[in-house]
């Protein structure tokens, strides 16, 4: 369980709300905020913790503290490439050396992107 969705569940019965009411009030399903409190779900986008404070009686900017720090670059870009991800992990199952990851850089770079040979890496 996460720090994140151990607190809402505490919050939560110590308000004495269900769970289905909660996330009915939350606006969120109620599997969905189940996921979250047992950390099966990364937690929520900011607009849903601060309605959750809202509904729970908590501070927001606490239960945004709870959160695990997310890379906002790299979320965006592979939202708008998922096919992002299965290359990055044909890079990581192959286990490739630092070099290795250099070479493949450069063969896109020159390939694909048809950068010049001076402004590759």
């Known amino acids: 369980?996460?720090?994140?969705?151990?607190?809402?569940?505490?919050l939560r019965i110590a308000q004495?709300?269900?769970?289905?009411?909660?996330?009915?009030?939350?606006g969120v399903a109620p599997v969905?905020?189940?996921r979250v409190e047992r950390g099966k779900e990364a937690p929520p986008s900011a607009e849903v913790i601060?309605?959750?404070?809202?509904?729970?009686a908590a501070d927001s900017d606490v239960?945004?503290?709870?959160?695990?720090?997310?890379?906002?670059r790299m979320d965006a870009l592979l939202q708008s490439h998922p096919k992002?991800?299965?290359?990055?992990?044909?890079?990581?199952?192959r286990d490739l050396s630092d070099e290795q990851v250099s070479l493949v850089e450069r063969f896109i770079r020159r390939?694909?992107?048809?950068?010049?040979?001076?402004s590759t890496v």
């Open 1 to 10: 369980m996460s720090k994140f969705g151990e607190t809402i569940k505490e």
């Open 32 to 34: 969905y905020l189940s």
């Open 50 to 56: 601060k309605s959750l404070a809202k509904v729970l």
């Open 84 to 93: 992002l991800l299965g290359v990055v992990d044909l890079l990581l199952d």
């Open 111 to 118: 390939e694909i992107l048809k950068e010049s040979s001076a």
């Open 63 to 72: 239960l945004m503290k709870l959160c695990p720090p997310a890379n906002s």
């Open 16 to 26: 004495n709300l269900e769970l289905r009411e909660t996330a009915h009030l939350v």
